[in-house]
């Protein structure tokens, strides 16, 4: 339960179409007392005195209340759907923005696939039932007490036996739902699991394709597919003997209405047209409670959900110490003090790092792979927080930055350029939103990446595919050069930006690079010694220590 209390504050945003929804549903049901009503006066009148005129009148009510019945539900459709799909976007766009913020450590441990699972999918698993449940719940629980009511004005004993299987069916629905919650948690898990391997071959398609592996990948998408098939039919097989065992009970409800009902009619106790009424009722008496029944199992389903949003929704976000303080332009000069860092307490990465970089000049990073070059320019960008000795930007301590405003005085050009599935433009502009045409076309220029952009489709409004899948390693690497001379930061990285192309291409890269590094302090990573003969300072890394440093 406390997991759905946690949604009402979404619920309550929208307190007409809540209204709305309600009376709907409400004066629907209350429908439900004409038709017995109806049926009693044609057994007893028409029927029974012979009276064939009151039949078309009789029947004409029936059929008002039938169409102002179906015509609220129809009503409470259009205004449920609208408050379901207004709370999913609201708590979706919520979940989303947690995940934006955050820190990069807890992506690290997660897979894309099961975090979609949770924004997608299970969101709108928690929405459903509790605007479903609400809804359905309260129009149930108000048919029972009508019918109930109405039933006690035609007979108390046979009231009595109408009621006397309920006791059983709340014992039912407990038992089912003290055991559901384990079942619907593996399922949940099991179809996150499913969905990340799926993400994961259609983005690896091309290694898997590579490698022939489509059987072991089919294999192994498979073995993911039977658990959810496994965990599903552990919940349904749960289900039908719930269901079934429920909806027997009830039967035997009406059984037992039979048997009393027609004592009392041979004794004179009751008249047949009431008899028939009560029969009536009965069926509406057991028919929410059927549909509370189904609303147990929605409810299973969406605690489950709601638990994994929520543990989404209360994981740590971002620390920015420097948040409060005010916001100075950036010049650039760098300086580490004695900086360390870790991601596990036992496994240290670096030890008491000391380096500094005045405005405009380039410091390169060498040394073997694990040596902790790119964890220096991560915890520069804040991407992960040092964990001794301090870091300074023109002299204020890193972590008194904000952060979005340090981000933005840095750009980063990794070994593998992402680009979004987009056309260029959009891709440029994630570098400066307001760019114009021709300031991209300038960034481009500068980028040695004019003469194949123009020789797309559409230019700058060609699209690039997922991952720029339509564009080769060298081109994918000049546009993300681009990108980051639109943004024109003061501070830049670049994180063997060259390692992945042949050496004519390298050589275009190379020209772009020294443009865009050009009266910006840079960091560069690389293994090529052509990529840092003119920096100002190398510095040699083993087992995130500085073991050597100078110029070429």
């Known amino acids: 339960m406390p997991v759905f209390l946690r949604v009402l504050p979404y619920v309550r945003r929208y307190p007409l179409l809540a209204f709305a929804t309600l009376f709907c549903a409400v004066a629907g049901t209350l429908m439900v007392i004409v038709f017995p009503a109806v049926t009693q006066r044609i057994v007893d009148e028409v029927i029974g005195q012979h009276r064939p005129e009151r039949l078309f009148p009789l029947i004409a009510i029936g059929l008002a209340a039938f169409a102002a019945q179906n015509g ?14 207004r709370v999913i976007f609201d708590l979706r766009s919520e979940l989303y923005a947690h995940i934006q913020k955050l820190p990069l450590h807890w992506f690290d441990n997660r897979s894309t696939g099961d975090i979609m699972t949770r924004l997608i999918e299970d969101v709108t698993n928690l929405e459903r039932v509790l605007i479903d449940g609400i809804e359905q719940g309260t129009v149930a629980i108000l048919q029972i007490l009508v019918v109930s009511g109405l039933m006690l004005a035609y007979s108390p004993w046979l009231t009595a036996a109408a009621l006397a299987p ?18 619907y948690r593996k399922q949940r898990k099991a179809v996150s699991a499913l969905n990340s391997i799926l993400h994961d071959n259609i983005a690896g398609i091309r290694q898997i394709k590579t490698y022939t592996s489509e059987e072991r990948e089919h294999a192994r998408f498979d073995e993911s597919s039977d658990k959810v098939r496994i965990a599903t039919l552990t919940v349904m097989k749960s289900w039908a003997l719930y269901q079934p065992g429920m909806e027997f009970l009830s039967s035997l409800g009406l059984l037992i209405v039979a048997g009393v009902g027609t004592t009392q009619v041979l004794g004179g106790q009751l008249e047949i047209g009431a008899l028939v009424a009560f029969f009536v009722l009965t069926r509406y008496l057991y028919e929410p409670v059927g549909r509370l029944h189904q609303l147990n199992q929605i409810f299973q389903s969406g605690r489950a959900a709601g638990e994994r949003v929520f543990e989404i929704m209360d994981s740590a976000s971002e620390v920015d110490e420097g948040a409060d303080h005010p916001c100075k332009p950036v010049c650039g000069n760098v300086a580490y003090r004695d900086v360390s860092f870790s991601y596990d307490p036992k496994l240290p990465v670096l030890h008491e790092v000391s380096l500094e970089a005045r405005a405009g000049e380039m410091v390169a990073l060498v040394g073997p792979t694990g040596a902790g070059k790119s964890t220096i320019v991560n915890l520069l960008v804040r991407f992960y927080e040092f ?27 990794t070994q593998e350029s992402f680009l979004f599935n987009g056309t260029t433009a959009e891709n440029l502009r994630i570098g400066k939103p307001a760019a114009t045409e021709e300031e991209m076309w300038q960034a481009l220029r500068a980028a040695n990446a004019e003469d194949f952009v123009r020789r797309l489709p559409k230019g700058l409004h060609s699209q690039l595919g997922e991952r720029g899948v339509k564009l080769s390693v060298g081109e994918k690497q000049r546009l993300s050069i681009a990108r ?34 050009e009266n910006r302090t840079s960091f560069v990573i690389a293994h090529r010694l052509s990529t840092v003969r003119h920096a100002n300072q190398i510095l040699v890394l083993e087992r995130g220590r500085i073991t050597e440093r100078g110029r070429h």
């Open 72 to 85: 609220l539900n129809s009503l409470r459709i259009v205004f449920n759907n609208h408050f379901e799909q």
């Open 166 to 183: 309920i006791p059983f069916l709340a014992a039912g629905a407990l038992i089912y739902t003290l055991t559901a919650r384990a079942r």
């Open 387 to 413: 964990t001794g000795g301090e870091i300074t930007i023109d002299g204020t301590p890193l972590r008194e930055i904000p952060k979005h405003h340090l981000r933005e005085n840095i750009a980063v050009v």
């Open 484 to 517: 980051a001379l639109l943004k024109n930061p003061p501070i830049l990285i670049l994180d063997e930006a060259t390692a992945s192309v042949d050496t004519a291409t390298e050589r275009l890269i190379q020209e772009a690079l020294d443009h865009l590094m």
